[in-house]
């Protein structure tokens, strides 16, 4: 199986800047073409099938001594849709210095610029370097979000287990608060021996479920006022197993 193509969106309506590019890289990418700003919409409009990469055809034209972008519109309602925030959208122009390019990507709407005349080599290395920052940015994104998942999970974990303990001690007035208080204390020396992390939850845990075999122990028999006979506390014994 062919490893899958990074996917290029490419914004132009001249036909020969579309076959250049389509020329130069047929091999490396998937290309998809919108020559409009309604047909780049509607290519954006699936959200599990989006671009890597949107190279948008914008060009600068001097009105009253000052160079104007054309075709920023779309990039701005690109910018408006929030599933779309962190796709690279990068400036593919033959008109219009660095500086008004710069003025753009400064202003947080796109990250790159390309000049269409520019040789095959310098499109690739401006290319590579939008769609890797994105995987980048999506990997470091997915990893705080298993983090952030995994926290939530241990410390639903905990509280439950908290819970339960308490349930166990709430059946004996004598022994109320009586696990969370041995597994703290286990905590406490646990760190105190600079035991790995891991080692020190395990020892937490324990000590909250070490009295659990009560929950099997009668209740005329656990909270019985007067001495136990031989018998019941024979059935005492048996709680930590």
Same mark, same amino acid.
Request: hydrophobic content about 35%.
């Given at each position: 199986?062919?490893?899958?193509? /990074?996917?290029?969106?490419?914004?132009?309506?001249?036909?020969? /800047?579309?076959?250049?590019?389509?020329?130069?890289?047929?091999?490396?990418?998937?290309?998809?073409?919108?020559?409009?700003?309604?047909?780049?919409?509607?290519?954006?409009?699936?959200?599990?099938?989006?671009?890597?990469?949107?190279?948008? /055809?914008? =060009?600068?034209?001097?009105?009253?001594?000052?160079?104007?972008?054309?075709?920023?519109?779309?990039?701005?309602?690109?910018?408006?849709?929030?599933?779309?925030?962190?796709?690279?959208?990068?400036?593919?122009?033959?008109?219009?210095?660095?500086?008004?390019?710069?003025?753009?990507?400064?202003?947080?709407?796109?990250?790159?610029?390309?000049?269409?005349?520019?040789?095959? =080599?310098?499109?690739?290395?401006?290319?590579?370097?939008?769609?890797?920052?994105?995987?980048?940015?999506?990997?470091?994104?997915?990893?705080?979000?298993?983090?952030?998942?995994?926290?939530?999970?241990?410390?639903?974990?905990?509280?439950?287990?908290?819970?339960?303990?308490?349930?166990?001690?709430?059946? /004996?007035?004598?022994?109320?608060?009586?696990?969370?208080?041995?597994?703290?204390?286990?905590?406490?020396?646990?760190?105190?021996?600079?035991?790995?992390?891991?080692?020190?939850?395990?020892?937490?845990?324990?000590?909250?479920?070490?009295?659990?075999?009560?929950?099997?122990?009668?209740?005329?028999?656990?909270?019985?006022?007067?001495?136990?006979?031989?018998?019941?506390?024979?059935?005492?014994?048996?709680?930590?197993?």
């Amino acid at each position: 199986m062919s490893e899958q193509k /990074d996917v290029v969106l490419l914004v132009e309506d001249e036909d020969a /800047d579309i076959e250049i590019f389509r020329d130069e890289f047929k091999d490396d990418y998937e290309i998809r073409t919108a020559r409009n700003e309604a047909k780049c919409l509607i290519e954006l409009e699936d959200r599990d099938n989006l671009p890597d990469v949107i190279l948008l /055809d914008i =060009y600068w034209i001097e009105e009253k001594e000052i160079m104007e972008p054309k075709g920023i519109e779309i990039l701005k309602k690109i910018r408006a849709k929030d599933y779309m925030k962190d796709i690279p959208v990068i400036i593919y122009t033959r008109k219009g210095g660095s500086t008004e390019a710069l003025k753009i990507i400064k202003e947080g709407g796109a990250q790159d610029w390309i000049e269409k005349d520019r040789g095959r =080599y310098e499109k690739e290395i401006r290319i590579k370097k939008a769609i890797e920052f994105k995987k980048l940015v999506k990997k470091l994104e997915q990893t705080e979000k298993e983090k952030v998942e995994e926290q939530t999970t241990r410390k639903t974990f905990f509280e439950i287990i908290r819970a339960f303990a308490n349930a166990i001690d709430s059946k /004996d007035q004598y022994t109320h608060g009586h696990s969370v208080r041995v597994a703290d204390w286990a905590k406490k020396i646990a760190q105190k021996f600079g035991l790995p992390a891991q080692e020190i939850e395990a020892i937490e845990t324990v000590g909250l479920l070490h009295d659990i075999g009560k929950i099997g122990i009668p209740e005329e028999i656990l909270l019985k006022p007067g001495d136990l006979t031989d018998e019941e506390f024979e059935v005492i014994k048996k709680h930590p197993e």
